[in-house]
């Protein structure tokens, strides 16, 4: 949630290295968590 915060509220000084990163990093892994939820 801080993370959305910050993209919402300031996204004047997001640094976008950071945030390609957590997409690259977390995004499959939550994908996959999602899709476990969603078939069971």
Known sequence: MQFRNK?????DVVDD???WAVV???LP?????VK???ES
């Open 24 to 26: 690259v990093n977390h």
């Open 7 to 11: 993209i919402t509220h300031e996204y």
């Open 36 to 38: 476990v939820l969603l």
């Open 17 to 19: 290295v950071i945030t």
């Open 29 to 33: 892994t939550l994908k996959e968590e």
